[in-house]
């Protein structure tokens, strides 16, 4: 009989990362995470950026002062830098953004009660921007050359509250559309009508597909890029808002949207 089929199953978990941005959970997640697990994620990236980290899920066993099973974050590469937070339970943490170029993310369970675990991603300077200009634009990283590979880009657009959205993509150059399901289901970008993902999407769109223009709802949108692990193109280049204010309402502040009614600003 083969004895290792009965065996436990050990999860690799933590290493060093050093892309634009990437993915990194518990191990076995979304199955309940192991006991005993001591996991170190030192993520670095290039020397002109920051991280940022972002919880999409998270459920770890709870206690005051979360001693059990934890997720610790430092604001550098070892526990001996700023500590920027301990967390446990089913709360997602906030938004984490280091001040240097290094972020280092520890899990660590007890001996037992589990749970679903975290999964959570980071990007860079290169591959986020949070825009909060009346006018503005943005591209892939590194256009007008190819975007890299195996990226999970955010820019995220604020304006006062009263503001709304409007954008629109002038150079559009993806990898094109999966021939098979006519998905965009290598690299893509989506358009999100608020700051996050669970927001409603907007579209997606991949290849030469040139986006509509774009208008939201309210005063924020979200932009992704992602990309898949092979084949890249030029990217794409990005701009709102071109227009500057010329007319307002009580609600809404730019014009030339056609949807607006407004009246000249004195
Ligand atoms: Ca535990
Ligand atoms: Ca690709």
Not at 70 to 75: G, I, L, Q, R, S
Not at 123 to 148: A, R
Not at 161 to 169: P, T, V
Request: hydrophobic share 30%; with cysteine.
């Amino acid at each position: 009989k083969n004895e290792n089929l009965c065996r436990p199953v050990f999860y690799m978990c933590g290493g060093v990362l050093t892309g634009l941005s990437g993915v990194i959970s518990s191990p076995g997640y979304p199955q309940e995470y192991s006991n005993n697990a001591d996991c170190s994620w030192a993520i670095h990236v290039s020397n002109t950026s920051v991280v940022s980290l972002v919880f999409l899920d998270f459920q770890l066993e709870n206690n005051e002062g979360c001693n059990f099973d934890f997720v610790a974050v430092f604001d550098g590469p070892t526990v001996t830098h700023r500590h920027l937070g301990k967390y446990c339970g089913a709360d997602k943490p906030p938004k984490t953004v280091t001040t240097s170029n290094q972020l280092l993310v520890v899990f660590k369970s007890d001996f037992n009660i589990g749970g679903r675990g975290f999964k959570a991603y980071y990007y860079s300077g290169e591959c986020q921007q949070v825009l909060s200009d009346v006018s503005g634009n943005f591209s892939s990283p590194h256009f007008p050359n190819i975007y890299p590979n195996n990226i999970n880009c955010h820019w995220s657009i604020t304006l006062a509250a009263g503001y709304r959205i409007k954008l629109y993509f002038p150079v559009m150059d993806l990898e094109d559309r999966n021939s098979l399901s006519d998905e965009c289901d290598y690299d893509y970008i989506a358009v999100y009508d608020g700051d996050s993902q669970t927001d409603p999407l907007l579209g997606r769109w991949c290849g030469k597909d040139q986006p509509p223009s774009l208008i939201s709802k309210g005063n924020k949108l979200l932009v992704v890029l992602s990309t898949d692990r092979n084949e890249a193109h030029k990217g794409f280049i990005h701009y709102k808002n071109r227009h500057k204010p010329c007319c307002q309402s009580l609600l809404v502040y730019l014009c030339k949207i056609p949807i607006v009614i407004c009246k000249p600003l004195s």
